[in-house]
């Protein structure tokens, strides 16, 4: 069984710029989560999906992001326009019973 | 709302001694615990995790962990660590609501 898989692994860009993330959770895992860890701090939560609804996007910074899980399967994370403050590795995980979640590699975003 | 504590950033030690990485968590709710580790350039890897039940609980690798609930802790342990070991360890405490709050890391450096 496949993992949960992310691209790209690695993305830099300039500030104002866009960039796209994309998650490929576990298949047959209902519930994508985004989390992110900037430079040496705690990994945070950004976004829960459950199928194609947002289920908690409580912990999204700002409204220059944008989530989204087009028929329940895969998800892209959007920042738009990126700043410096942005760059960090964004996780994504998978999980189907809600209890464990199952991470990604993460994508390495550098903002310069 | 819950929290976590990595006590510890870094935790030096020499291959086959004994390891014990603490973690203290704060919540109002009975919480679910884990911890998972990332090996250099790769992802999150779940190593254990306590739901409910014995508080002792074995992972992969030869790690285990110990729930005290009068304390708020659950401090990772290893007997005797190797040099592939080196890694960062990541305590990780999420609620009913299933959103992971994590701790700042803890980087194992296993010398020979």
């Known amino acids: 069984e496949a993992g949960v898989t992310q691209f790209p692994s690695h993305s830099v860009i300039e500030k104002g710029q866009t960039v796209t993330l994309r998650c490929d959770p576990i298949?047959?895992?209902?519930?994508l989560y985004w989390y992110r860890r900037v430079m040496g701090k705690e990994i945070k939560f950004l976004l829960h999906?459950?199928?194609?609804?947002?289920?908690?996007e409580s912990g999204m910074p700002n409204n220059r992001f944008l989530a989204e899980r087009t028929g329940g399967t895969y998800s892209t994370l959007k920042v738009q326009p990126a700043e410096l403050e942005d760059s960090g590795v964004y996780f994504c995980?998978?999980?189907?019973?809600?209890?464990?979640?199952?991470f990604g590699p993460g994508t390495r975003l550098l903002v310069l | 709302a819950q929290s976590v504590t990595q006590l510890d950033s870094q935790v030096p030690v020499f291959e086959e001694a004994p390891v014990e990485l603490r973690c203290n968590y704060s919540?109002?709710?009975?919480?679910?615990l884990f911890w998972y580790v990332q090996y250099p350039n790769q992802g999150l890897q779940l190593l254990l995790k306590?739901?409910?039940?014995?508080?002792l609980v074995k992972g992969i690798n030869g790690f285990e962990a110990e729930f005290n609930k009068s304390q708020t802790s659950f401090h990772l342990r290893k007997p005797s660590v190797h040099i592939s070991d080196t890694a960062e360890y990541f305590c990780?405490?999420?609620?009913?609501?299933?959103?992971?709050?994590f701790g700042s890391g803890t980087k194992l450096n296993v010398k020979p």
């Open positions: 995980a998978s999980s189907n019973d809600r209890v464990t979640q199952y």
């Open positions: 298949s047959g895992h209902d519930n």
């Open positions: 999906f459950v199928k194609e609804s947002k289920q908690d």
């Open positions: 919540s109002s709710v009975s919480v679910y």
């Open positions: 306590y739901l409910s039940g014995s508080t």
């Open positions: 990780a405490v999420s609620d009913y609501f299933n959103k992971f709050y």
